[in-house]
Protein backbone atom coordinates (compact mmCIF):
# COMPACT_ATOMS: atom_id res chain seq x y z
CA UNK A 1 0.00 0.00 0.00
CA UNK A 2 2.61 2.42 0.67
CA UNK A 3 4.44 2.12 -2.46
CA UNK A 4 1.04 2.33 -4.50
CA UNK A 5 0.07 5.39 -2.59
CA UNK A 6 3.66 6.49 -3.46
CA UNK A 7 3.35 5.84 -7.34
CA UNK A 8 -0.02 7.55 -7.12
CA UNK A 9 1.17 10.81 -5.32
CA UNK A 10 -1.16 11.03 -2.73
CA UNK A 11 -0.16 13.40 -0.35
CA UNK A 12 -2.80 13.30 2.67
CA UNK A 13 -2.63 9.89 3.75
CA UNK A 14 -3.94 9.13 7.40
CA UNK A 15 -2.34 5.21 9.13
CA UNK A 16 -4.22 4.59 11.63
CA UNK A 17 -3.56 1.07 13.83
CA UNK A 18 -6.76 0.11 15.85
CA UNK A 19 -7.40 -3.40 18.67
CA UNK A 20 -5.32 -5.71 16.77
CA UNK A 21 -2.36 -3.35 17.73
CA UNK A 22 -3.82 -2.34 20.65
CA UNK A 23 -3.93 -6.07 21.95
CA UNK A 24 -0.96 -7.64 19.88
CA UNK A 25 2.20 -7.96 22.47
CA UNK A 26 4.44 -7.34 18.78
CA UNK A 27 1.85 -3.78 18.37
CA UNK A 28 5.21 -1.66 19.29
CA UNK A 29 7.64 -3.62 16.63
CA UNK A 30 4.52 -3.55 14.14
CA UNK A 31 3.57 -0.03 14.61
CA UNK A 32 7.55 0.74 14.22
CA UNK A 33 7.47 -1.62 10.77
CA UNK A 34 4.74 0.55 9.68
CA UNK A 35 6.85 4.06 10.18
CA UNK A 36 9.86 2.16 8.39
CA UNK A 37 7.80 2.57 5.46
CA UNK A 38 7.60 6.11 5.35
CA UNK A 39 3.98 6.32 7.07
CA UNK A 40 2.77 7.99 10.42
CA UNK A 41 0.69 5.06 11.94
CA UNK A 42 -1.75 6.39 15.02
CA UNK A 43 -2.98 4.03 17.81
CA UNK A 44 -6.41 4.61 17.92
CA UNK A 45 -8.10 4.52 21.54
CA UNK A 46 -11.23 2.23 22.14
CA UNK A 47 -13.72 5.23 21.42
CA UNK A 48 -11.41 6.87 18.76
CA UNK A 49 -12.03 3.38 16.71
CA UNK A 50 -15.25 3.68 17.75
CA UNK A 51 -16.35 6.61 16.53
CA UNK A 52 -14.23 6.06 13.57
CA UNK A 53 -16.78 3.38 12.82
CA UNK A 54 -19.61 5.11 13.14
CA UNK A 55 -18.73 8.20 10.77
CA UNK A 56 -17.80 5.55 8.31
CA UNK A 57 -21.57 3.86 8.70
CA UNK A 58 -23.23 7.51 8.52
CA UNK A 59 -21.07 8.14 5.27
CA UNK A 60 -22.34 4.93 3.48
CA UNK A 61 -25.74 5.80 4.86
CA UNK A 62 -26.65 9.60 5.09
CA UNK A 63 -29.44 10.00 8.17
CA UNK A 64 -29.02 6.81 9.12
CA UNK A 65 -30.53 6.22 12.97
CA UNK A 66 -29.88 3.43 15.09
CA UNK A 67 -27.41 1.18 16.27
CA UNK A 68 -24.09 0.18 14.60
CA UNK A 69 -22.46 -3.07 15.84
CA UNK A 70 -18.86 -4.74 15.04
CA UNK A 71 -19.34 -7.48 17.22
CA UNK A 72 -17.16 -10.76 17.38
CA UNK A 73 -14.76 -11.46 15.44
CA UNK A 74 -12.14 -13.31 17.87
CA UNK A 75 -9.91 -16.39 17.68
CA UNK A 76 -10.33 -20.04 19.45
CA UNK A 77 -7.05 -20.97 18.47
CA UNK A 78 -3.44 -20.34 19.64
CA UNK A 79 -0.92 -20.42 22.04
CA UNK A 80 -2.50 -22.79 25.38
CA UNK A 81 -1.60 -20.37 27.99
CA UNK A 82 -3.84 -17.96 26.47
CA UNK A 83 -6.71 -20.05 26.19
CA UNK A 84 -8.59 -19.21 29.32
CA UNK A 85 -8.81 -15.42 28.14
CA UNK A 86 -9.73 -16.04 24.57
CA UNK A 87 -12.58 -18.12 26.34
CA UNK A 88 -13.29 -15.13 28.29
CA UNK A 89 -13.27 -13.26 25.63
CA UNK A 90 -15.62 -15.43 23.17
CA UNK A 91 -18.38 -15.91 26.69
CA UNK A 92 -18.53 -11.86 27.04
CA UNK A 93 -19.00 -11.66 23.20
CA UNK A 94 -21.91 -14.17 23.23
CA UNK A 95 -23.27 -12.57 26.28
CA UNK A 96 -23.09 -9.34 24.24
CA UNK A 97 -24.62 -10.69 21.22
CA UNK A 98 -27.40 -12.00 23.32
CA UNK A 99 -28.14 -8.09 24.86
CA UNK A 100 -28.46 -6.99 21.30
CA UNK A 101 -30.27 -9.26 19.94
CA UNK A 102 -27.51 -9.73 17.25
CA UNK A 103 -28.24 -12.52 14.51
CA UNK A 104 -24.79 -13.90 14.47
CA UNK A 105 -21.41 -13.71 16.07
CA UNK A 106 -18.76 -13.84 14.11
CA UNK A 107 -15.87 -16.19 15.25
CA UNK A 108 -12.72 -17.44 13.32
CA UNK A 109 -9.99 -19.81 13.90
CA UNK A 110 -6.97 -17.05 13.28
CA UNK A 111 -3.57 -18.54 14.31
CA UNK A 112 -0.35 -18.93 11.42
CA UNK A 113 -0.77 -22.49 10.26
CA UNK A 114 2.33 -25.10 12.19
CA UNK A 115 4.88 -26.69 9.74
CA UNK A 116 4.45 -30.12 11.58
CA UNK A 117 1.40 -31.94 11.60
CA UNK A 118 2.15 -32.83 15.64
CA UNK A 119 2.11 -29.06 16.20
CA UNK A 120 -1.36 -28.74 14.25
CA UNK A 121 -3.16 -31.21 16.11
CA UNK A 122 -1.52 -29.74 19.26
CA UNK A 123 -3.62 -26.78 18.89
CA UNK A 124 -6.24 -28.37 16.99
CA UNK A 125 -7.70 -30.51 19.80
CA UNK A 126 -8.11 -27.43 22.11
CA UNK A 127 -9.49 -25.48 19.01
CA UNK A 128 -12.60 -27.84 18.60
CA UNK A 129 -13.36 -28.29 22.23
CA UNK A 130 -13.57 -24.59 22.43
CA UNK A 131 -15.51 -23.84 19.47
CA UNK A 132 -18.27 -26.70 20.63
CA UNK A 133 -17.94 -25.52 24.57
CA UNK A 134 -18.56 -21.76 23.27
CA UNK A 135 -21.31 -22.94 21.13
CA UNK A 136 -23.21 -24.78 24.05
CA UNK A 137 -22.50 -21.49 26.08
CA UNK A 138 -24.04 -19.90 22.90
CA UNK A 139 -27.11 -22.20 22.69
CA UNK A 140 -27.98 -21.39 26.03
CA UNK A 141 -28.68 -17.80 25.63
CA UNK A 142 -30.43 -17.94 21.72
CA UNK A 143 -26.88 -16.89 20.14
CA UNK A 144 -25.72 -18.47 16.76
CA UNK A 145 -21.99 -18.30 16.17
CA UNK A 146 -20.84 -18.08 12.18
CA UNK A 147 -17.26 -18.93 11.79
CA UNK A 148 -15.48 -17.47 8.76
CA UNK A 149 -13.03 -18.77 6.52
CA UNK A 150 -9.59 -16.85 6.37
CA UNK A 151 -6.54 -17.47 4.25
CA UNK A 152 -4.04 -15.51 6.48
CA UNK A 153 -2.51 -16.86 9.50
CA UNK A 154 -5.90 -19.33 10.09
CA UNK A 155 -6.83 -23.04 10.62
CA UNK A 156 -10.00 -22.14 8.02
CA UNK A 157 -8.09 -21.51 4.87
CA UNK A 158 -9.10 -24.26 2.23
CA UNK A 159 -12.87 -26.39 2.18
CA UNK A 160 -11.07 -29.22 3.71
CA UNK A 161 -9.99 -27.57 6.81
CA UNK A 162 -13.47 -25.88 7.13
CA UNK A 163 -15.54 -29.26 6.99
CA UNK A 164 -13.54 -30.83 9.51
CA UNK A 165 -14.13 -27.65 11.82
CA UNK A 166 -17.52 -27.76 10.91
CA UNK A 167 -18.69 -31.78 11.46
CA UNK A 168 -15.89 -31.96 14.56
CA UNK A 169 -17.80 -29.33 16.05
CA UNK A 170 -20.86 -30.69 15.23
CA UNK A 171 -23.59 -28.38 16.65
CA UNK A 172 -26.36 -26.84 15.23
CA UNK A 173 -25.86 -23.45 16.41
CA UNK A 174 -22.34 -23.44 14.80
CA UNK A 175 -22.70 -22.45 11.73
CA UNK A 176 -20.50 -21.43 8.68
CA UNK A 177 -20.16 -17.69 7.81
CA UNK A 178 -18.90 -18.28 3.73
CA UNK A 179 -16.38 -15.81 2.90
CA UNK A 180 -16.15 -15.75 -0.86
CA UNK A 181 -12.56 -14.71 -1.07
CA UNK A 182 -10.77 -15.87 2.13
CA UNK A 183 -9.49 -18.99 0.86
CA UNK A 184 -5.90 -19.85 0.36
CA UNK A 185 -4.28 -19.14 -2.94
CA UNK A 186 -7.72 -17.87 -4.35
CA UNK A 187 -8.38 -14.59 -5.80
CA UNK A 188 -9.53 -12.24 -2.85
CA UNK A 189 -7.49 -13.75 -0.72
CA UNK A 190 -4.16 -12.13 1.03
CA UNK A 191 -2.31 -10.00 0.21
CA UNK A 192 -4.97 -8.13 -2.28
CA UNK A 193 -4.45 -8.37 -5.91
CA UNK A 194 -2.04 -11.94 -5.88
CA UNK A 195 -3.47 -15.45 -6.09
CA UNK A 196 -2.39 -18.77 -7.01
CA UNK A 197 -3.33 -19.32 -10.94
CA UNK A 198 -3.66 -23.04 -10.11
CA UNK A 199 -6.05 -22.87 -7.83
CA UNK A 200 -9.88 -22.89 -8.79
CA UNK A 201 -12.01 -20.50 -6.69
CA UNK A 202 -15.53 -22.41 -7.46
CA UNK A 203 -14.21 -25.96 -7.56
CA UNK A 204 -11.70 -25.99 -4.98
CA UNK A 205 -13.41 -23.87 -2.05
CA UNK A 206 -16.95 -22.74 -2.86
CA UNK A 207 -18.72 -25.28 -4.22
CA UNK A 208 -17.72 -28.17 -1.70
CA UNK A 209 -18.65 -25.63 1.12
CA UNK A 210 -21.49 -24.09 -0.29
CA UNK A 211 -24.23 -26.34 1.41
CA UNK A 212 -23.04 -25.45 4.77
CA UNK A 213 -23.42 -21.94 4.36
CA UNK A 214 -25.55 -19.89 6.30
CA UNK A 215 -24.30 -16.46 5.66
CA UNK A 216 -22.61 -15.13 2.74
CA UNK A 217 -19.78 -12.30 2.39
CA UNK A 218 -20.13 -11.69 -1.35
CA UNK A 219 -17.22 -9.84 -2.47
CA UNK A 220 -16.89 -9.01 -6.25
CA UNK A 221 -13.28 -8.83 -8.14
CA UNK A 222 -11.05 -7.33 -10.80
CA UNK A 223 -10.50 -9.52 -12.99
CA UNK A 224 -7.45 -8.73 -14.62
CA UNK A 225 -5.37 -7.96 -10.67
CA UNK A 226 -8.12 -10.38 -8.39
CA UNK A 227 -8.37 -6.91 -6.43
CA UNK A 228 -11.89 -6.80 -4.64
CA UNK A 229 -13.95 -3.78 -5.85
CA UNK A 230 -16.91 -2.72 -3.91
Given at each position: ????IGDLGVEDVQTVATAAARDATNGPEF????????????????????????????????????????????????????????????????????????????????????????????????????????????????????????????????????????????????????????????????????????????????????????????????IDTGVETY
Amino acid sequence: YALIIGDLGVEDVQTVATAAARDATNGPEFLAAVAALGLEPRLLTGEEEATASAMGALGAFPGARGVVADLGGGSLVGPPEQRQERMAKGRADVDMAAIMGAQMLRVFAREKWPETDAERERLWIPMIEDFTALSDYAEENGVVLGLQNHDESSFCMTAEQALRILHEVDRDNFTFLWDTGQWLGAIGSHPRGQFDPKVDLYGDYLEPTAPYASSVRAKIFQIDTGVETY
